[in-house]
C-alpha cells in the first residue's frame, strides 16, 4: 500500500476514494504480471493490505474491478474531454491542446491500468467490453468533432478528421508504455510537447500560402479543400 493511502487509514481522511485507486492499482499490476484468470481477490487483498472481508467492503468479485477500471479509465475519460468539448472560452486548438494534455497525463498517470485494460480488452465480459467500447468511441468523437470545428473555422488543414483523431489518440495511448515519471522527469512537459505535436499535425499555415507562390502550389491547397468537402457529403449522404 502507498504511504498517502496508509495515511489516510491512519488520520481518518475520507478514504474510500483514495482506498478503491490503490486497490484498482494493485489489481492492474497483478492482471498485468499473472493475467486476469491467475490473479485471485485474495492476491488483490494481500497486495493493498487489507483482509478479504475488508477487501469486500471495496469490490466483491474481480468482475467489479474490470467495472471499475473501464469507468475511471475509459468513461471517465470521455466525460472529461466531452467539457472540454463544449466549452465556449476556448477555440479548437486550444480544445485540441487541452484534451491531448489530459490524455497523456492519464495514461502516464496510470499506465498499469490502461496496459492492462488495453490487453485484456477481447477477453472482457460482454457487458464490460461494451462500456468499454462505448467509452473508446466517445473519446474518438469529442476528438473528431473538435478537429472538424477547427477545420471549419478554418484554423485546421482539410484533414480527414476521423483518421486524424485515431493518430492523435494513439500518440497519447502510447506514453502508458514508454513513458515512466519520476521527480526529475514529471509527466506535463511531456503533455505539452505530444499536445504541440498534434497541433502541428493540423496547422493550416498562416495565409493559407503554398509553400512555392505557383499555380501548382494553389491548386494543391485549392485540392485539399474539394477533397474535404467531398469527405462532408458523402457524410451527410450516409447519414440520410
Partial sequence: MTEQAKAARRDGRPRRKLVMSEILEQAMELFAERGYDGTTLQDVADAVGLSRPNLYNYVRSKEELLVA???ATSQEAAATLRAVRERTDLDPAEKLRTLVRILV????AHPARFRTLD????????????????ARRAVLAEITAVLDDGVTAGLFRPVDTRVTALSVIGMCNWVAWWFHPSPAHPAEPVADQ???NALAMVARPEGRTPDAPTPLGAAALLQQDLDYLVRLLRGEADAT
Avoid: F, N, T, W
Wanted: proline share 4%; glycine share 0%.
Fill in 119 to 134: 490487453r485484456s480488452e477481447q477477453s472482457l465480459p460482454a457487458e464490460i467490453a461494451e462500456r468499454h467500447l462505448d
Fill in 69 to 71: 477500471m473501464v469507468e
Fill in 194 to 196: 505530444i499536445a504541440e
Fill in 105 to 108: 497525463l492519464q495514461r502516464a
